[in-house]
């Protein structure tokens, strides 16, 4: 069978999954971009009452979006598809033989036209609110320094890395695997306080390149998409070693143990994680 078949083979099977993904991240995208904008536009009544305040804004950010990613992770979408919403993690999973190849093509693919949709929608319906300099289309873009590129590189490979061994940890644990999504959502919260500053804290190629569309502006893209990509896979190499090649049990970040009201009941076929035997 050619890849191309596979390929439309799996969206047969898995449109859902994939359809499922473009949802999460475009709700990720749509919650960061009316956020942003709620707490930095000096229009907004929020920014105005916390005019002089930053931390106090930053930790609202924080806060609500790693309530956000909590919420993608365990909803019904999200444990549809496993709740990558991020290239670089299903790349990974990947890489670790939890999805096969037709499988993450697609997951790919509806991540980036999820993050791309909603950055378009925001910027349709918020209009200049959503260009405004202090929103900036929520663009994540290198310091302006002479060694500005390095450095966002860097720092987004740093948290990248962290992001996904702390993941792979937590869901090989039988203590922490349901727990797994409130790390991530912990971790994401800490990223947007503390790790802004250094490369606007993206973590996620999808989501830079949906701003950045929006934004027609894309400086220094390649290593948000480079950084994530190479921490992620790297952790897998780290991950295996600590584990002594143990396999991961699966790719949902909700964790796996399907319950009564989860999408992988039995008779509710997951993507490939990995699923042999079948083309």
């Known amino acids: 069978m050619s890849f191309v078949s596979q390929l439309r083979s799996a969206f047969r099977r898995h449109w ?38 930053d931390t106090v804004r930053h930790w609202l950010m924080g806060l609500a979006m790693g309530l956000v990613i909590v919420l993608i992770v365990y909803s019904p979408w999200g444990k549809q598809s496993g709740a990558h919403i991020n290239p670089a993690v299903t790349v990974a999973f990947w890489q670790l033989g939890k999805i096969k ?65 702390v993941l792979l940890v937590a869901l090989h644990s039988k203590r922490l695997k349901e727990l797994t999504g409130w790390l991530i959502g912990i971790l994401l919260a800490l990223y947007i ?36 990509i190479l921490a992620m896979w790297l952790a897998t190499v780290l991950f295996r070693r600590l584990y002594h090649g143990e396999d991961l049990p699966c790719a949902i970040l909700a964790g796996c143990g399907p319950t009564a009201s989860s999408p992988h009941s039995p008779g509710e076929e997951p993507p490939q994680y990995p699923d042999e035997g079948k083309e």
């Open 16 to 53: 859902r999954h994939y359809l499922a993904e473009a949802l999460g991240i475009a709700f990720f995208v749509t919650c960061a971009g009316l956020l942003t904008t709620l707490l930095e536009h000096p229009a907004s009544p929020v920014r105005q009452a916390l005019q002089t305040n």
């Open 101 to 165: 190849t037709p499988d993450a093509v697609w997951y790919v693919l509806g991540q980036v036209a999820g993050a791309i949709g909603a950055a378009q929608l925001l910027k349709l319906v918020l209009g200049q609110l959503y260009a405004h300099p202090t929103v900036n289309f929520t663009v994540t873009q290198p310091v302006p320094l002479p060694r500005g590129e390095a450095l966002a590189f860097a720092a987004e490979f740093i948290i990248s890395f962290v992001l996904m061994l």
């Open 193 to 228: 306080v503390f790790e802004t500053p250094y490369s606007g804290m993206s973590l996620n190629p999808a989501r830079s390149l949906g701003s950045a569309v929006a934004a027609d502006s894309y400086r220094g893209m390649w290593l948000y998409w480079a950084a994530p």
